[in-house]
C-alpha cells in the first residue's frame, strides 16, 4: 500500500473538489479524507490520464464511478508496481511516461533556440544595430537638428557673406550630389574658431570652424574632411549610436517593427553635443565612406590623408585637435589604410575655388565682424 496527496473531483463536495490522500493498494484506489474512505476505483477499471497546465497532474477514472475523479501531480505514482499488472494501465503509464519525454525534449529544444538567437544576437548586434537605425525616418534626426545647431553656434561669430558661401557651395556641392539618400537635407556653417575641426549634426548640418580651412594646405583636404562628416550622417552614426545604447529587448521590439522608443531616446538624449562622440568603428566607416564619396564625386581623396598627415605631425595622434579625430583608431593607423587603397593613376577635377584667396576671405571677414 502507498498513499498520495491528490484532489478528488464530485458535485457533491464543497465547491466540487476536496484535498485528501490517494492509496493505492492490490485491489482499489481509495480517495480518503482524514483517514476515512470517501470513495474507491477497483484497480481493474480504472483509467489513468494525464492534464492540467504543462500536463503536471495524473488523473484517475473509473466507468463504475464516472461523476468522480481523483487526480495527483505526485509522479511518482506512477512507479507504484499495481499499474504494472495489467496491460491496460502498462500502456497509460508508457504513454504518459513518453508525453512527458517528449515535453521535456520540447522544452530542452525550445531553451536551445532561445540560447541560440540570444548568441547569435550578441554576434551580430552591429548588423541589427544598423539595420534598425537604418529604419528610423531622417525626419526624425532633422527635427532635433536646429537646436543643435543653435547650441553648436552659439557665442561664436557666423560666416554669413554670399561670396565665401559660394565658394563654400563649390567645395560642398559635388559631395552632396554624390549622396545617394536624397532625403538628407545638408547645410554648411562656419564659424570663427581656430581648432582644427569640423562636425555633423544628425539630419545633415554640419559645422566647420575656421581654423580647418585656414590650417588645409589645399582646398581637397577640406573637401575630405567634410566627406567625412558627411558620411557620418549617411551611415547614421548618431542613430546607431543612440540604438546601440538600448536594451536587449527594447532592440528587439525595434528589430520586429517598433522603432517608437528611439523616437523617444533621440528627443530626450539624442539632441546633445556630447551624443556626437563616435566609436572607433564609426571612425574608420565614416574614413571609408568618405573616401568612396571623394570618388565618387571625382574629388582627389589624398586630401584626407594630407589633412590626416598634418594633424599627426602638429598633433600626433592626441585626439583632441578635432572631434572627427575621435578618441580611437589613431592618426598613423587611419592614414596606413587610406594609404593601403589603389588609385591606379585616375585623374580628378580640380575644384574651381582660389583657395588662397577663400581663406584670406575668411580671415578678412572675422577680422572685420
Same mark, same amino acid.
Given at each position: 500500500m502507498a498513499e498520495y496527496e491528490g484532489m478528488a473531483l464530485h458535485d457533491s463536495l464543497p465547491k466540487g473538489r476536496k484535498s485528501g490522500i490517494i492509496e493505492v493498494n492490490d485491489v482499489d484506489i481509495i480517495f480518503k479524507v482524514d483517514q476515512k474512505r470517501l470513495q474507491a476505483f477497483p484497480i481493474s477499471t480504472t483509467e489513468i490520464s494525464q492534464g492540467g497546465t504543462g500536463n503536471r497532474y495524473v488523473y484517475f477514472n473509473s466507468p463504475e464511478r464516472s461523476d468522480w475523479t481523483f487526480y495527483t501531480d505526485d509522479k511518482s505514482i506512477l512507479k507504484n508496481p499495481v499499474f504494472a499488472r495489467e496491460k491496460t494501465h502498462q500502456k497509460s503509464v508508457r504513454k504518459i511516461k513518453n508525453n512527458r519525454r517528449l515535453l521535456w525534449l520540447s522544452v530542452? !529544444? +525550445?531553451? !536551445?533556440?532561445? +540560447?541560440? %538567437? &540570444?548568441? +547569435?544576437?550578441?554576434?551580430? *548586434? =552591429?548588423? &541589427? /544595430?544598423?539595420?534598425?537605425?537604418m529604419s528610423v525616418p531622417v525626419s526624425w534626426e532633422q527635427?532635433?537638428?536646429? $537646436? #543643435?545647431?543653435?547650441? $553648436?553656434i552659439a557665442g561664436k561669430s557666423v560666416i554669413e557673406d554670399e561670396q565665401i558661401l559660394a565658394d563654400l557651395a563649390k567645395i560642398t556641392d559635388p559631395l552632396v550630389a554624390a549622396v545617394e539618400d536624397k532625403d538628407f537635407k545638408f547645410t554648411f556653417t562656419i564659424v570663427e574658431d581656430p581648432t582644427l575641426n569640423a562636425f555633423a549634426l544628425p539630419g545633415g548640418s554640419v559645422v566647420i570652424h575656421s581654423g580647418l580651412i585656414m590650417e588645409a594646405d589645399h582646398v581637397n583636404e577640406?573637401? =575630405? /574632411?567634410?566627406?567625412?562628416?558627411?558620411?557620418? /550622417?549617411? @551611415? @547614421?552614426?548618431? /542613430? *546607431? !549610436?543612440?540604438v546601440d545604447k538600448l536594451g536587449f529587448f527594447m532592440l528587439l521590439r525595434a528589430l520586429l517593427g517598433d522603432v517608437g522608443g528611439i523616437g523617444s531616446e533621440l528627443a530626450v538624449y539624442g539632441a546633445t553635443l556630447e551624443s556626437l562622440k563616435y566609436s572607433?568603428?564609426?571612425?574608420?566607416?565614416?574614413?571609408?565612406? !568618405?573616401?568612396? +564619396? #571623394?570618388?565618387?564625386s571625382n574629388l582627389d581623396p589624398n586630401g584626407m590623408i594630407d589633412f590626416f598627415h598634418k594633424l599627426q605631425h602638429e598633433h600626433g595622434d592626441m585626439p583632441e585637435a578635432a572631434s572627427f579625430m575621435s578618441t580611437h583608431p589613431a592618426t598613423g593607423? @587611419? &592614414?596606413?589604410? %587610406?594609404?593601403a587603397k589603389p588609385l591606379n593613376g585616375k585623374k580628378f577635377k580640380e575644384i574651381d575655388i582660389d583657395f588662397a584667396d577663400f581663406q584670406?576671405?575668411?580671415?578678412?571677414?572675422f577680422e572685420v565682424n
Open positions: 530542452q !529544444g +525550445l531553451v !536551445g533556440i532561445c +540560447l541560440s %538567437l &540570444i548568441i +547569435l544576437f550578441f554576434i551580430f *548586434r =552591429g548588423q &541589427i /544595430v544598423e539595420s534598425v537605425a527635427e532635433i537638428s536646429p $537646436a #543643435m545647431l543653435e547650441s $553648436a577640406v573637401a =575630405g /574632411v567634410l566627406a567625412h562628416e558627411i558620411s557620418h /550622417v549617411t @551611415r @547614421r552614426h548618431h /542613430v *546607431r !549610436g543612440m572607433r568603428d564609426y571612425e574608420l566607416e565614416a574614413d571609408e565612406s !568618405g573616401w568612396k +564619396l #571623394m570618388l565618387k593607423e @587611419r &592614414i596606413e589604410i %587610406l594609404e584670406n576671405d575668411i580671415k578678412t571677414y
